[in-house]
T-cell receptor
Framework: EPEVTQTPSHQVTQMGQEVILRCVPI?????FYWYRQILGQKVEFLVS????????KSEIFDDQFSVERPDGSNFTLKIRSTKLEDSAMYFC????????????FGQGTRLTVV | GESVGLHLPTLSVQEGDNSIINCAYS??????FIWYKQESGKGPQFIID?????DKRQGQRVTVLLNKTVKHLSLQIAATQPGDSAVYFC?????????????FGKGTLLTVNP
């Protein structure tokens, strides 16, 4: 069964460092997302990406965040200068070409900023 | 503003019993709803969805009910099994005119006792 894959599963970084979280969405999907989940809290929307551009972003997704689909298969989230409060699980998701269909989530990357 | 919330943070049931998990939403513009299951350390896993033009949808052992009059969503799990133990999130699409993002509720922890 096709699945969204994310690497690494766990990333530890020092405050102020840049991190890149990687995702390989399901191959025929067209909509791509990043969500995050702070420990014990709900899943929060960060950004959606469609047709090679950001289609929507939340207030969390400030200038320190960026997304890219560099090669037609990978979808990355970059945090330029990490802060302690960026520590969370980051989930990538993708969905197909119909608006009202479910998004499939990856297993997540646990980002720990120290 | 938009919000999706759950009535109960925890639910404990006996194996074999039926479970009902509830969710309230505030945005009448929401047009699509999904229930996700999240096991510890994993990403959200799709369970069932429902569009706003429907009142009920059934899957394997699960049923979702949508009451648009009171903006209420429920997930019914028949013959609950230990493997059903997880956090269950409802999510909505279309809040605030968004066509892309899902807004998640806080989650209900379901514990199934053998």
């Amino acid at each position: 069964e096709p699945e969204v894959t994310q690497t690494p599963s766990h990333q530890v970084t020092q405050m102020g460092q840049e991190v890149i979280l990687r995702c390989v969405p399901i191959s025929n999907h067209l909509y791509f997302y990043w969500y995050r989940q702070i420990l014990g809290q709900k899943v929060e929307f960060l950004v959606s990406f469609y047709n090679n551009e950001i289609s929507e972003k939340s207030e969390i997704f400030d200038d320190q965040f960026s997304v890219e689909r560099p090669d037609g298969s990978n979808f990355t989230l970059k945090i330029r200068s990490t802060k302690l409060e960026d520590s969370a699980m980051y989930f990538c998701a993708s969905k197909g070409d119909t608006m009202n269909t479910e998004a499939f989530f990856g297993q997540g990357t646990r980002l720990t900023v120290v | 503003g938009e919000s999706v919330g759950l009535h109960l943070p925890t639910l404990s049931v006996q194996e074999g019993d039926n479970s009902i998990i509830n969710c309230a939403y505030s945005n009448s513009a929401s047009d699509y709803f999904i229930w996700y299951k999240q096991e510890s350390g994993k990403g959200p896993q799709f369970i069932i969805d429902i569009r706003s033009n429907m009142d009920k949808r059934q899957g394997q052992r699960v049923t979702v009910l949508l009451n648009k009059t009171v903006k209420h969503l429920s997930l019914q799990i028949a013959a609950t099994q230990p493997g059903d133990s997880a956090v269950y999130f409802c999510a909505e699409k279309g809040g605030g005119g968004s066509n892309y993002k899902l807004t998640f509720g806080k989650g209900t922890l379901l514990t199934v006792n053998p």
